[in-house]
DNA sequence: CAACTTAGTGGCTTTATGCCAACAATAACA
DNA sequence: TGTTATTGTTGGCATAAAGCCACTAAGTTG
């Protein structure tokens, strides 16, 4: 009975036709993001081709059967194929779909998140044409094809929000750092200031940063300070409090 | 120029036709979970269909892309199917997409976790035929269809995870309860005791509940107990502070 | 060496939770 | 009508992690 029911199945799937059933459109999007002279900044990508021809949007596309294994290895294409990095902080946000964000029919879009330092990648993507970094703000204040403002809006928003409970900001800055800086990602990205004291008892004494060493101050100016590399595994450390609740 | 842009985009619509393009399968999955005296239990359903027929699976499906406007609203509509509950707790966990997980191809699952109370579904739940609640042990012990083993591990996790610093498991309680039940609510949903006071301090400082009686003792044995309604939009309601770090 | 600038710390306050013991309200029972 | 058992509720101090603010440290510039 059981390989009775195995053949059953068996002969279901040799008769099966994809094109039998209609799907809906499936792309992944990807809101990357990283910091520029302090400030946040993401990836868009000037549409090529219809539909939205033109608008700026996230880069993102369909799934390539043939390529992609996954859909974060789809994901990890489409971020890599425009920023030449190969192994960024890479997180699934959400996935929207109905029947009216894209003129074609229904469609849905499997959103990702990613975080990468600015220097490494500012040569490659100045290579690729159509593609630029935009200071959030002005993204977020612009027409984005499709309903691209709202992922954009809703990728923010896991950042922000994440940031409170974990040290996500470190991925935005070139290693080694100094805790000066990552305090200035992180108030950055939560669009609102610190305390420094608070701030740099609660990273050191999570103790995932290690000490590498020493950085000549900011213009020239001042005290020296410490720089830091993130130790591994650290994108698993949750605090158990939140961060900035003060005042 | 914007005009004939246009034009040219209403012409790419015309063209446009669905079944040139080969999506992936899409569907939606549910995890429903409930307390039946005082353990978690999900909801499963025997396919009846092939692939995997007869095997036990969260239940979900196809987009019915004339019924269903949204992600969402498919979810809710095969939450509807199988529990006959319109307004239960329903949150967006992940979406896992591969060419392995389904023998027909390339796949995508939108999986969603709901929340609801036990009594209300206990009637309508027995008659829908090849569906029943599960202990959550037992389900996970289980080999469950496709993938869905993990997936209902992700979204076990994703309500233990959120427990910490919200309120979730009031979804799983008739109304009105009392905070001992809340308490006991959440040790099932942690897997873990919590402390008296400390946890009837962090609900109660929370002002997310309203007092609207007393309830006889369990077992009539034992001082009443106050009874608590939930306030219009504690779901939004997160605290500053993960509970249960003791011991 | 004085003035300025940035990094880092001391130490007290505040907030939220952990912990444990006491107290309150009911039922069953002697 | 106590007495005991059972469950709900609260008091009060200890502890952990943050907030706050002033002060010290280590450089540069002139």
Not at 137 to 148: G, Q
Not at 156 to 167: F, H, N, P
Request: proline residues 6%.
């Amino acid at each position: 009975m059981a390989s009775r029911d195995h053949a059953d199945e068996q002969r279901f799937l040799d008769e099966y036709n994809p094109q039998d059933y209609l799907s809906p459109l499936v792309t992944v999007d990807v809101a990357i993001f990283t910091l520029i002279e302090g400030r946040l900044h993401v990836l868009l990508v000037q549409r090529a081709n219809h539909p939205e021809r033109g608008r700026w949007a996230l880069p993102g596309g369909f799934i390539d059967a043939g390529q992609d294994q996954a859909l974060s290895a789809a994901a990890a294409r489409k971020l890599r194929q425009k920023t030449g990095v190969t192994a960024p902080y890479l997180e699934q946000v959400c996935t929207v779909g109905d029947n009216a964000r894209d003129p074609r029919g229904w469609s849905v879009t499997v959103l990702y998140m990613a975080l990468m330092a600015h220097a490494p990648t500012a040569a490659f993507v100045d290579s690729v044409a159509d593609t630029r970094w935009w200071p959030l703000a002005d993204a977020m204040a612009h027409d984005l094809a499709f309903d691209h403002r709202q992922l954009l809006a809703a990728a923010r928003q896991r950042l922000s929000g994440k940031t409170a409970y974990t040290v996500l900001p470190v991925h935005t800055l070139d290693t080694p750092f100094t805790l000066t800086q990552l305090q200035q990602a992180f108030e950055e990205v939560l669009g609102a200031p610190l305390e420094k004291k608070s701030f740099r008892r609660r990273i050191l004494s999570a103790d995932i940063l290690d000490e590498v060493g020493e950085a000549p101050p900011p213009g020239g100016r001042g005290r020296p300070a410490a720089l830091f590399r993130p130790k591994a595994g650290l994108e698993d450390h949750a605090f158990v409090r939140v961060v900035g609740e003060g005042k």
